[in-house]
């Protein structure tokens, strides 16, 4: 039988910030003031003031990424702009359920997001109440990923079944991260959990099949061989940059 310790969700998440810059989570009001939420950027239409600095912010975050990465074509930002979002909600939520066996509450209501902020995403999280490590699947894939999804495929020419590889790929990098930890930090009850929850997380319909259970290769592209000089990344379906006439993925 393994013995798993685990520490209270403390108030700050302090302990969170050991594990990596994407599992760092802020609580409280940002020094730069009331940042949107993400219930707001995933909202179709957008429900907020339209005089707000981040009238959108999910489509200002795309363009920002855009520029950023001199996209030639929309969905590539659109894909790299929800992986790393995808890779923070992933990261946090993993983090937590491992290492003090809880979940923070990051309902989209209280997850406040700068979209105007460098990577990792900035988020904040404006009240801490702590839920069973099991509700992770709920908390982040069908509060957050489902309705991301969804928003960003009624705004722009994207795959259903990239942007859940994405997700599945987000998901499998979160767990390599932890695990190393663990690993290093002689915390195998750590590993042993993370493990476990990233097992019954793609036995989910909308992640099984998105990687190699074994090598945890994605079986989807992600589209960032298409920028000006991207190559593959380290989990990428493909063994070489298909041509660029290739079609949607």
Known sequence: MVLLL???????????GSLGGFFVLRT?????GPLPTLAQAYATPWIGDPEEVYADSLTFRIQKVAEGIHAPEPRIAVSVAQQALAARLWSIALGAAALYGQLP????????????????????????RALPATAIGEVVRD??????????????????????????????????????????DGRTDVADRARGLAADLFAHPDLSGTVDPGTLRRRSCCLYYRLPGGGLCGDCCFDRPPGRAAGPL
Do not use: C, M
């Open 6 to 16: 685990f520490v209270d969700l403390d108030p700050e998440l302090t302990a969170l």
């Open 28 to 32: 409280g009001v940002p020094p730069r």
């Open 105 to 128: 509450d990051l309902d989209p209501e209280l997850l406040h997001w700068d979209p105007d902020g460098s990577a990792p995403d900035d988020l904040w999280l404006s009240k801490v």
């Open 143 to 184: 509060r957050h990923l489902a309705p991301l999804a969804a928003a960003l495929r009624s705004r722009y020419r994207i795959s259903e079944r990239l942007l859940w590889g994405n997700a599945g790929s987000a998901l499998a990098g979160a767990w390599r991260q932890l695990d190393r930890w663990a690993k290093a």
